[in-house]
């Protein structure tokens, strides 16, 4: 009589364990492969964005910034950002990465997915409608929330 009972809630907690999964994002693989933005150094320690970043781009969000800063459903956005050690001319190690999605169901958060990881690629848990968003909606907001531009490639 127990055993369907335990069977029926194996399968529900692994069914919730791959909803979960599905809708948590992961760093998109070979975003290293992208477009790829001039090095960044913000030596500013009391800037979020201390530290050196590259800015990556995939195809459809390349066009974005060439079409000035409008993006299709489905671009990405990628930032690397790496530690300062010593010298600001050398990266240090890789402590975050951050993704913008072109997601038309992400309506809270102006159509776009936001997410922040650390290193190792597990969610920095940060909230995107009032961290992430909150920031881009008051820097970018007649940019389609993309705070960056074309002028931030050199080779786009
Ligand atoms: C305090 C303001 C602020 C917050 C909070 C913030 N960002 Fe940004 N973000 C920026 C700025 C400024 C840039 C542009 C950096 C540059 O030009 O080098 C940027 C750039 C980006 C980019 C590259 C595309 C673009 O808009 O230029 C992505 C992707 C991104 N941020 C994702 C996120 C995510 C995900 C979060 C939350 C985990 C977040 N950001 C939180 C200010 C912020």
Not at 62 to 80: H, T
Not at 127 to 156: M, N, Y
Request: proline residues 4%.
């Amino acid at each position: 009589m127990k055993l369907p009972v335990i069977l029926t809630c194996v399968l529900f907690l692994s069914l919730a364990a791959a909803a979960t999964e599905a809708s948590s994002p992961v760093p998109p693989k070979g975003y290293s492969a992208w477009k790829k933005s001039d090095r960044k150094v913000v030596t500013d320690k009391n800037s979020l964005f201390y530290g050196i970043h590259y800015i990556y781009a995939d195809k459809k969000a390349q066009r974005g910034y060439l079409d000035g800063n409008k993006f299709a459903e489905g671009s990405r956005i990628v930032v690397e950002f790496f530690t300062i050690k010593d010298n600001p001319a050398v990266d240090g190690p890789k402590n975050m990465i951050v993704l913008m999605q072109k997601d038309k169901r992400q309506m809270a958060t102006g159509g776009w997915l936001f997410a922040g990881f650390g290193a190792d690629g597990k969610s920095s848990g940060l909230d995107p409608a009032t961290t992430c968003f909150g920031c881009h909606k008051q820097e970018a907001a007649q940019r389609d929330f993309v705070i960056s531009t074309r002028k931030d490639f050199k080779s786009l």
